[in-house]
């Protein structure tokens, strides 16, 4: 992983890139996620808080929160209580509460400043599905957009090492959970280096997003198949059903569609992106059961919910809650690859699903991080034969 950033002052926080600050808007301290190698929880997020909430800005636990701020586009009739500046204040409120939403159809943005030490899309990055990927793309200059179904809504989030920028009805429930997807809320107590080929890489962070859908439909197509085939199915489905992003988002992201959505997509519509009846028919009965599987309590639970349904196993329920609850000890046992590249990293030699486990013990309860670990080496063994090719369900 990337070392950590020089320390910043946060009292004197820069504007986000191509944002000047506005009329009457004060600056409050960023917000640390600075991910201490160790320590409690609790130290690895400060929220600001202010007794007195500056003109044009949100005080409490969103560090420096922006309300809604007028683009050239305008706000929307009924967006909130025009201030001076060309400040809009919008309701805002708890994550998952209805009524706090940015109306459809402007351009406001609302910001979030943290500081975050090293490189965000090392956390970020397992939640891209492919180099096209319309619901992630990192910028030139390491920007990272994302975009989101959230329980208020359709938002697209903008991340840099200054902490986030969000667009949308979305928009407040990102910032919100800001902190949390970028691991602030991963403990990494108990953890400790035990081979020394891991030495000197330092302790990979695990992020949350919360939204258990969102990660669930392209682990089940990237079952049993090449990344290649899965990603490009992905690429279709999105493009075909999914929403424009909210706000200035690069050119063809896009919003993954609600579960509704998943259910009614006709079967010419799965073979025309590629996917075959079998991975098509979990990904809709998913989707009949997606407010329950949102709701779930834990990881634990979790696994039990996902595991019940047909077509989905031991794999998938560990991609699905490595990603929605930043589990850091499910390992994705079954994966082609995973196995041979564990045991050729630790003991030299390739190894299968039970040897890798063998292998991890010593990790439990952070097994998954122990793997994330080892992809940071970059060992794996040498490639001897060609590839394998993506099928294309298209010509069946």
Do not use: N
Not at 337 to 351: D, E, F, M, Q, S
Request: charged share 25%; with cysteine.
């Amino acid at each position: 992983m990337d070392g950590p950033s020089p320390a910043m002052d946060p009292t004197s926080v820069d504007s986000l890139p191509g944002e000047a600050a506005q009329p009457g808007e004060a600056v409050l301290p960023a917000e640390r996620v600075a991910f201490p190698a160790e320590g409690p929880r609790s130290s690895l997020v400060r929220p600001v808080r202010s007794a007195v909430a500056p003109t044009g800005a949100v005080a409490g636990s969103f560090g420096r929160l922006a309300v809604p701020r007028e683009t050239s586009s305008g706000p929307a009739a009924g967006a909130g209580t025009r201030l001076s500046g060309g400040v809009t204040r919008g309701p805002v409120g708890r994550s998952g509460q209805a009524g706090r939403t940015v109306p459809a159809g402007t351009a406001a943005v609302m910001e979030r400043r943290l500081e975050v030490r090293g490189d965000p899309g090392l956390i970020l990055g397992p939640h891209q599905h492919g180099g096209h990927d319309p619901t992630w793309q990192r910028a030139a200059d390491g920007t990272i957009w994302r975009t989101c179904r959230t329980p208020d809504g359709p938002g697209t989030l903008r991340v840099t090492r200054r902490g986030g920028q969000a667009w949308g009805p979305g928009a407040a429930w990102l910032l919100e959970s800001l902190p949390s997807l970028l691991g602030a809320d991963d403990d990494i107590s108990g953890f400790e280096v035990r081979h020394e080929v891991l030495q000197g890489y330092g302790v990979p962070r695990i992020g949350r997003t919360g939204r258990v859908f969102e990660a669930l439909v392209p682990a089940v197509l990237e079952q049993k198949v090449v990344g290649r085939e899965a990603w490009r199915a992905w690429r279709w489905l999105l493009r075909r059903y999914g929403t424009p992003a909210p706000g200035p988002a690069p050119e063809g992201m896009r919003v993954m569609p609600e579960p509704e959505v998943w259910r009614q997509i006709p079967a010419w519509d799965w073979h025309r992106a590629g996917a075959e009846a079998v991975r098509a028919q979990t990904i809709a009965t998913a989707a009949w059961h997606a407010d329950k599987l949102e709701a779930a309590a834990d990881s634990a639970s979790l696994d039990r919910l996902l595991r019940a349904l047909p077509g989905i196993g031991v794999w998938t329920s560990a991609e699905v809650r490595q990603r929605c609850m930043g589990d850091p000890d499910a390992v994705s046992v079954g994966d082609f690859h995973l196995a041979t590249i564990v045991g050729w990293a630790l003991t030299g030699r390739k190894a299968d699903d039970a040897e890798m486990m063998r292998l991890l013990e010593p990790y439990r309860g952070h097994r998954h991080r122990a793997c994330l670990l080892v992809g940071l080496t970059g060992l794996r063994p040498p490639a001897r034969g060609p590839r394998q090719s993506a099928r294309d369900y298209r010509s069946f």
